[in-house]
């Protein structure tokens, strides 16, 4: 099947950012054309350093990501800002919140930085099919360094571990008991602790228990997890944090880590392709009306789940059969 190429793609090519800006809408809108374009271009992917920043709302991740930006900027590297907004359960809408607060940096800095808001909207975790487009987009494009905000109220804080290389996760002082509460899930993942709103009482009070706490986890990977203390709004500690961050991403390119990590992001990428794949195929062959019957089954207790998709798989596959012998 060929794709009729949009006219952003020689944009796109050249460097031009506004047709960068309409690519990563073309990822949100209309994916098929995104994707053959990727796969044409596939050799100038995997060459971007990808960093997830998490953390609990209004902890400064975008004041932090800002800054940070910049800096990597002054030292030589172009950098690209993905801010993944929160659903609005009640609209479905995104609260672009963050588009008020980064107009300086946008406009202060130079053409190095590229500032994208993306709805995590239509996915199933927390991290859109967009976001992850919108990632190859920036890496092929050129993009050294790609930053993804995401709120760390839900899925998309441990979704994130499955695109970054490199997952900051913040924290700020006053916690308290929180940081006990932090689900461990979202200590797992990550490589680099920061402490911003270090201006705030309490903020060596959470670093020592973050501190405290990695002591207990000991660490296979040979990495060891920095806890480092920020006021972005200062922009303090935030050359700190770019050293290590790009000291975490030399140790995966020398460990071999790095390698390892994006073999098991390609599988998985695969399983999710080939999974809505199959339900598209399923839902093809078997036809919606028949999984509405099961559904119904289902309800009112005639069969389990388990039943059902036995037998819908018996139903697909001999309709596979049925239509390769005709
Ligand atoms: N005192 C202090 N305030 C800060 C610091 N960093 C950010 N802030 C303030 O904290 C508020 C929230 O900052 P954001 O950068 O929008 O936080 P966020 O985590 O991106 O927020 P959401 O994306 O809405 O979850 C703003 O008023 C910032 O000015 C800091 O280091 N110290
Ligand atoms: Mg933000």
Do not use: C
């Not at 060459?47 to 910049?70: D, E, Y």
């Amino acid at each position: 099947m060929s794709v009729v190429k949009a006219d952003w793609q020689e944009g796109f090519l050249a460097g031009d950012t506004r047709a960068l800006a309409r690519a990563i809408s073309a990822a949100e809108n209309e994916p098929e054309v995104v994707h053959s374009f990727l796969q044409e271009h596939s050799g100038r992917l995997g060459r971007a350093h990808v960093v997830g920043i998490t953390g609990p709302p209004g902890a400064g991740k975008s004041t932090l990501t800002g800054q940070l930006a910049v800096t990597l900027v002054a030292r030589g590297y172009s950098v690209g800002l993905l801010l993944v907004d929160p659903s609005s359960p009640f609209t479905g809408g995104a609260i672009l919140g963050d588009r008020l607060r980064l107009p300086d940096l946008a406009q202060g800095s130079s053409s190095q930085i590229y500032v994208r808001s993306l709805s995590s909207r239509g996915s199933m975790g927390g991290l859109s099919r967009a976001t992850a487009d919108a990632i190859k987009l920036l890496d092929a494009f050129g993009k050294d360094i790609i930053i993804v905000e995401t709120v760390g109220t839900g899925q998309s804080e441990t979704d994130i571990i499955s695109v970054a290389d490199s997952v900051v996760v913040l924290a700020v002082p006053g916690l308290g008991d929180d940081i006990q509460a932090m689900k461990a899930g979202i200590l797992e993942i990550a490589d680099l602790f920061v402490v911003n709103k270090a201006d705030r009482d309490g903020a060596d009070k959470t670093e020592r228990e973050l501190l405290s706490m990695l002591k207990l986890q000991a660490s296979s990977s040979g990495w060891t997890i920095p806890v480092i203390k920020t006021v972005a709004i200062r922009n303090e500690g935030i050359a700190d944090l770019a050293d290590q961050l790009l000291a975490h991403y030399e140790f995966l390119q020398t460990s071999g880590l790095l390698l390892e990590v994006r073999t098991a992001r390609v599988k998985s990428e695969l399983n999710e392709l080939l999974q809505l794949r199959l339900t598209q195929e399923f839902q093809k062959v078997v036809g919606a009306a028949r999984y509405e019957e099961y559904t119904q089954q289902i309800v009112s207790g005639n069969i389990s789940p388990y039943e059902a998709v036995n037998q819908l798989w018996q139903e697909f596959v001999s309709e596979i059969k049925r239509s390769a012998s005709s």
